[in-house]
């Protein structure tokens, strides 16, 4: 397995193979860029179906977070980490033990914090043997609600924010009644979910643990489909909120939505793909402009802020996607182009 040829491989600084038999932990580490500061992003924990397949999702995860510190003008890097593994049956103790440890050998490099398949309480363990995590104390919430440490509700507001603006710039409309197909019900798109239904949307929704479906459909009155169907809805919204790479060759031809603006990382397979929408007359709001919420709260919590200030900064990722737009049709440029190139003049490519 080949790392600096890598087609995923964008000069990270650092990459560590993390490997504990005792424990069982197999994970990747990968530091992209700490030229605006140390690397912050969350530890994944996913049943990957190879350890290639791992590094190519944990590259592309800490690239993402570079350019998503820069668009939400945070003083941070880009890293990301994976644990290969089911988090539903595969956790344990120990092994977050030992992700502590590795962590700390890059002396704070890398900061860690909460992603998909990992809890708060992941993390707490992991903070006994390193200082670097973040998201496991918060002094306040962008609501008002119970701060638990949780980056996921600021995420899920922030891409509620972002996508009720890509509706309006591209759609000429309010929430009300407009037709929103999300795929993937965790902690995010729940979350996102809850919103949009508020806002008077009618959700579409798909999952692969069938109790997330059920609670949807029971509280928002969301429409269930099959993981297949999910991409060819006469909808007006379709917002991936799982794994990346979801817009690639085969699902690109079924999409009807004419605007893109989901939770997921990395939702293009390659940045071709960002033009390729463009002429599809599709608006696509890019990943990790939009989804930028939850190291936005994180940064807040270390900072002497407020709830209303911090609530700002995400209303602000509304206004961020709207500038990216407006590029974008001055420029007829896709959108994660000029995106692309917002962040690499800020983080100094």
């Known amino acids: 397995m080949s790392l600096f040829e890598h087609h995923e491989f964008d ?61 939400a003008n945070l003083k941070q890097g880009g890293g990301k980490a994976v644990i290969i593994g089911d988090p539903r049956s595969d956790k344990s103790k120990e092994m977050f033990e030992v992700l502590g440890e590795f962590v700390q050998k890059l002396g704070g490099d890398y900061i ?101 479906l059920e609670k949807a459909q029971q509280e928002f009155g969301a429409t269930i489909v099959e993981p297949q169907d999910i991409f060819g809805l006469d909808v007006d919204v379709f917002a991936p909120c799982a794994l990346g790479a979801i817009i690639n060759a085969t699902t690109l031809p079924q999409i009807k939505a004419k605007v ?5 990382n990395n939702q293009l397979a390659n940045e071709s793909f960002g033009q390729a929408l463009r002429k599809q007359g599709i608006l696509y709001a890019p990943d990790y402009v939009i989804n930028a919420g939850g190291i936005i709260d994180i940064y807040h919590q270390t900072q002497d802020g407020t709830p209303a200030e911090l609530k700002a900064h995400l209303d602000a990722i509304g206004d961020t996607l709207v500038e990216v737009y407006r590029r974008a049709d001055e420029a007829d440029e896709a959108t994660n182009i000029i995106a692309n190139t917002i962040a690499e003049e800020r983080f100094g490519k």
Request: net charge negative; proline share 4%; aromatic share 8%.
């Open 260 to 264: 893109i603006a989901g939770a997921a």
């Open 11 to 71: 000069q990270h600084k650092e990459v560590v193979f993390c490997n504990d038999e005792k424990s069982g932990l197999k994970a990747i580490i990968a530091v992209h860029n700490t030229n605006l500061g140390p690397s912050l992003g969350g530890c994944r924990m996913f049943p990957y179906a190879s350890s290639e397949e791992a590094l190519t999702d944990v590259l592309r995860l800490s690239k993402g977070m570079t350019y998503k510190a820069a668009m």
């Open 112 to 212: 860690t914090a909460e992603d998909s398949g990992i809890s708060v309480s992941d993390l707490q363990i992991t903070a006994q043997k390193t200082e670097y995590v973040s998201g496991i104390k918060a002094k306040f919430t962008y609501d008002g609600s119970p701060a638990d440490g949780n980056p996921a509700p600021g995420t899920a507001y922030g891409v509620f924010v972002g996508l009720k603006a890509s509706v309006q710039y591209g759609l000429n409309r309010d929430l009300q009644g407009v037709k929103v197909a999300i795929q993937g019900l965790g902690h995010v798109g729940y979350r996102l979910a809850r919103h949009l239904h508020e806002a008077g949307a009618e959700l579409f929704v798909t999952d692969i643990y069938p109790e997330q």
